[in-house]
């Protein structure tokens, strides 16, 4: 059930929303990427947005050739940007709504209402080579079809448990736990993200069975103040602090059950 180690994929879209603000050629998201791979990244995350708001085409492509990790292109299901994955090939392709007016992604994927367009794309990017991951809310239905549809991974959408209030926030990470378990036992690869930041991200790193967190906001946030190494390896050591305390719960859980079995 459990992954052997957490990995943590950062987010440098707003690296480049900084550069967009003035249209300079600095900060230079190419250069956050790399640094961010130094700092102990597992992989970088962007989001190659329909109206070009902070990433830019020029960025994917520069990032397909040097990154030393992998790259996890985050993108809407529209033909344009299937054609772009198709040319560029990215390890990983996550496939998320999008609305031209929202400040960030609101929602996950209806896979249930586009399933035969969700499941054509997941086959073309498949046939490019490409990992594909469905950005989706912890939602059974959409987990099921997700599989339906052959994505090998899921993202949960992890935006609702980050916005609670202290009492829905309880409700929320336990449909993030059901719905991990539920994907696990599909046979997918479960990922987590969204709204991840230093305070909440240990609790969601417990979850049993995650692979992978994909975080941006937060360390780009933190990057202006302390230095975007210090601020990824600042996330990832809590992030495994949180990983290594779900795996002690799991273990403890385990024993537990075994000396109730036996008592029977
Ligand atoms: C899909 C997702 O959850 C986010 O990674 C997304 O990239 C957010 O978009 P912005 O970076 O534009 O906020
Ligand atoms: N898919 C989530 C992601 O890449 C980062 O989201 P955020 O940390 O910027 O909210």
Same mark, same amino acid.
């Given at each position: 059930?459990?992954?052997?180690?957490?990995?943590?994929?950062?987010?440098?879209?707003?690296?480049?929303?900084?550069?967009?603000?003035?249209?300079?050629?600095?900060?230079?998201?190419?250069?956050a990427?790399?640094?961010?791979?130094?700092?102990?990244?597992?992989?970088?995350?962007?989001?190659?947005?329909e109206?070009?708001?902070?990433?830019?085409?020029?960025?994917?492509? =520069?990032?397909?050739?040097?990154?030393?990790?992998?790259?996890?292109?985050?993108?809407?299901?529209?033909?344009?940007?299937?054609?772009?994955?198709?040319?560029?090939?990215?390890?990983?392709?996550?496939?998320?709504?999008?609305?031209?007016?929202e400040?960030?992604?609101?929602g996950? =994927?209806?896979?249930?209402?586009?399933?035969?367009?969700v499941?054509?794309?997941?086959?073309r990017?498949?046939?490019?080579?490409?990992?594909?991951?469905?950005?989706?809310?912890?939602?059974?239905?959409?987990?099921?079809?997700a599989?339906?549809?052959?994505?090998?991974?899921?993202?949960?959408?992890?935006?609702?448990?980050a916005?609670?209030d202290?009492?829905?926030?309880?409700?929320?990470?336990?449909?993030?736990?059901?719905?991990?378990?539920?994907?696990?036992?599909?046979?997918?690869?479960?990922?987590?993200?969204h709204?991840?930041?230093?305070?909440?991200?240990?609790?969601?790193?417990?979850?049993?069975?995650?692979?992978?967190?994909?975080?941006?906001?937060?360390?780009?946030?933190?990057?202006?103040f302390?230095?975007?190494?210090?601020?990824?390896?600042?996330?990832k050591?809590?992030?495994?602090?949180?990983?290594?305390?779900?795996?002690?719960?799991?273990?403890?859980?385990?024993?537990?059950?075994?000396?109730?079995?036996?008592?029977?």
């Open positions: 059930m459990y992954p052997p180690r957490l990995l943590l994929g950062v987010n440098i879209d707003h690296i480049a929303t900084l550069r967009q603000a003035r249209g300079t050629r600095y900060p230079d998201p190419v250069q990427a790399l640094l961010a791979e130094e700092a102990g990244a597992d992989g970088i995350t962007v989001h190659l947005r109206d070009r708001r902070h990433i830019q085409d020029r960025d994917v492509r =520069l990032l397909a050739e040097v990154l030393n990790t992998r790259m996890n292109l985050e993108m809407a299901v529209t033909e344009p940007m299937l054609a772009l994955a198709e040319e560029v090939r990215p390890a990983h392709v996550c496939l998320v709504p999008e609305k031209r007016e400040l960030t992604t609101e996950g =994927l209806d896979v249930v209402g586009h399933f035969e367009t499941r054509d794309a997941c086959q990017l498949a046939a490019a080579g490409c990992d594909v991951s469905l950005f989706i809310d912890p939602d059974p239905d959409q987990i099921a079809a599989h339906r549809a052959g994505a090998p991974t899921i993202e949960l959408h992890t935006g609702a448990f916005e609670a202290p009492v829905q926030a309880e409700t929320e990470y336990q449909r993030l736990v059901a719905a991990a378990e539920m994907a696990v036992e599909l046979g997918l690869v479960v990922n987590a993200g709204g991840l930041h230093y305070h909440n991200v240990e609790v969601i790193a417990a979850i049993p069975g995650l692979h992978e967190l994909n975080i941006g906001h937060a360390i780009i946030a933190r990057a202006l302390v230095g975007l190494k210090d601020a990824v390896a600042e996330m050591r809590l992030m495994i602090a949180g990983y290594e305390a779900g795996l002690v719960a799991a273990i403890d859980g385990m024993e537990h059950e075994h000396e109730h079995d036996h008592e029977h």
